[in-house]
């Protein structure tokens, strides 16, 4: 297995800077967090100073420790910069497919030979965005959980061409930063989760467009008769009801299954995604 010490998180939202925080609480690895958006940078610093505060607060962390986790983690707004030196890149940008091809292709002109280059994508597979690079037995799928630093969870997929150095070192490295790894040997769209959790959430949104039961009905009887901690309309509006709606059209155009449902559709043209902007299936107060 290659080892591995530089670690660079292409985008700096949510999941990236956490990602990057993760990686950096465990310690041995040099992070870099990378995005070309004005600002992004500062914000995801100032969010993972939160993050830190709160575990000091809770006694998680010293405030020695906090400190030093933050140092490990460096800025940069160049992907080429970044990536030169990396061991491991984990595109962590929108979910969109141009938009990591974009990412992909500079990495594929910009990273190290050996690097092993990961997407963070929870349902665009491996194999889509790994010929962009001069090496797509280096290439995988990290999966990552929303929220990084709470969430166990990485789904490691092998891509066609993924070799097996490739995938050891990937599980090899999730569980070094504390994560626990589940490996895929094959793509399917949507890998594991997100395929149970959309067949899920299709039958809530259809079972409301029938009119069968109140979204508020429908999560009381998940939560309470399938102990989900929180039922499918909540988590929708907590996920981002643009992102599943982005992902649900992707999965179509790919001809693995159906369109996205109408009530969905309805609420995402009108700017209603969930409780990031106040309103979803549900309405939340600021």
């Known amino acids: 297995m290659a080892e591995i010490k530089n670690v660079t998180v292409v985008g700096a939202g949510t999941m990236g800077s956490q990602i990057a925080l993760q990686t950096a609480m465990a310690g041995p690895y040099k ?4 995005d070309a958006v004005p600002g992004q940078l500062e914000h995801a610093r100032a969010q993972n100073g939160k993050l830190l505060d709160r ?6 962390l010293t405030r020695e420790q906090a400190d030093k986790t933050l140092a490990r983690i460096s800025d940069r707004d160049q992907v080429a910069e970044a990536s030169a030196g990396a061991d ?4 962590a940008v929108i979910e969109d497919f141009e938009t990591k091809k974009t990412v992909f292709t500079a990495l594929g002109q910009a990273a190290k030979k050996d690097a092993i280059l990961a997407s963070n994508s929870s349902t665009i597979a491996i194999s889509r965005l790994a010929d962009l690079t001069s090496n797509p037995a280096r290439c995988c799928n990290m999966h990552f959980f929303h929220p990084v630093t709470v969430m166990q969870l990485c ?5 066609p061409k993924t070799s097996d150095a490739t995938v050891e070192t990937a599980m090899a490295f999730v569980k070094g930063i504390g994560r626990t790894p589940v490996l895929l040997n094959k793509e399917v769209w949507g890998f594991i989760v997100n395929r149970i959790l959309f067949a899920a959430s299709e039958e809530a949104m259809h079972l409301l467009e029938g009119r069968y039961a109140s979204a508020e009905d429908i999560d009381i ?8 901690p929180m039922g499918p309309f909540h988590l929708l509006d907590f996920s981002g009801l643009d992102i599943f709606y982005g992902a649900m059209k992707d999965r179509h155009r790919q001809g693995e299954g159906k369109d996205a449902p109408e009530v969905l559709r309805k609420l995402v043209e009108a700017g209603h995604l969930g409780r990031k902007t106040g309103k979803g299936f549900f309405e939340y107060q600021s």
């Open 31 to 34: 992070v870099t967090l990378v």
């Open 55 to 60: 575990a000091v607060e809770k006694g998680r």
């Open 88 to 91: 491991l890149v984990i595109e």
């Open 155 to 159: 789904e490691v997929v092998r891509g």
């Open 221 to 228: 009887a998940v939560q309470k008769g399938l102990n989900w």
